[in-house]
């Protein structure tokens, strides 16, 4: 299978899991266990379920895995960070220069939801070594458009353009993602990530 075929398939079992009913994730795990999608990406993948979809989404989507392949596939390596440092590390591998801007604007919302999203989601997930950036990235493009999520969706997609994603990956996240909104959505995300890949990577 080629990579291109593997990440169509995360991408999709992705978006079930995230936003679809537990009948599309069943159908959409299956679908890339039938197809030969190594079992440790999958497992990968669902753990992003985390940050992006919550724990529910997450529980319900090992819960059907888990009934397909009872092993455990990818590596234990979340553990907590006492020093911050993983999350901070992760935190700019998908923010680079616009790191600090971002942290000032999650602290202005709330505090404890920075840490909550440095220390928990990028520091125990997002920052995982055993799933490749580019993939992570493309997936988050794909569950952010969806949830008509714009500004957060622009900057993974330059994320996904800095960690080595083809525009071709990218553009097939865009397109899955907004087969999930309405027309008037599907605009405004169109020209959201356009944007993103006009603008310079390092940014």
Do not use: C
Request: hydrophobic fraction near 50%; charge should be neutral; proline fraction near 5%.
């Amino acid at each position: 299978m080629t990579n291109a075929a593997v990440e169509h398939h995360l991408i999709r079992l992705f978006l079930a899991a995230g936003h679809g009913s537990a009948l599309e994730a069943e159908v959409a795990l299956r679908a890339a266990v039938e197809a030969g999608v190594p079992p440790s990406l999958i497992e990968e993948s669902l753990l992003l379920l985390i940050p992006y979809g919550g724990v529910p989404r997450a529980l319900l989507a090992f819960g059907i895995l888990r009934r397909m392949l009872p092993t455990l596939s990818a590596a234990v390596i979340g553990r907590p960070d006492p020093t911050g440092l993983r999350g901070k590390q992760a935190f700019e591998a998908v923010y680079a220069n616009s790191t600090e801007t971002v942290t000032i604007l999650l602290n202005n919302l709330h505090p404890d939801l920075a840490a909550a999203a440095v220390e928990d989601a990028y520091g125990r997930v997002l920052a995982r070594e055993s799933f490749p950036w580019r993939t992570k990235e493309v997936l988050a493009v794909a569950f952010l458009v969806a949830l008509g999520a714009e500004p957060q969706a622009q900057a993974h997609a330059r994320a996904a353009l800095r960690h080595g994603a083809s525009q071709n990956s990218i553009q097939l996240a865009l397109e899955l993602g907004m087969a999930r909104l309405d027309e008037a959505a599907q605009r405004g995300a169109m020209i959201a990530i356009a944007a993103a890949l006009r603008t310079r990577t390092d940014s």
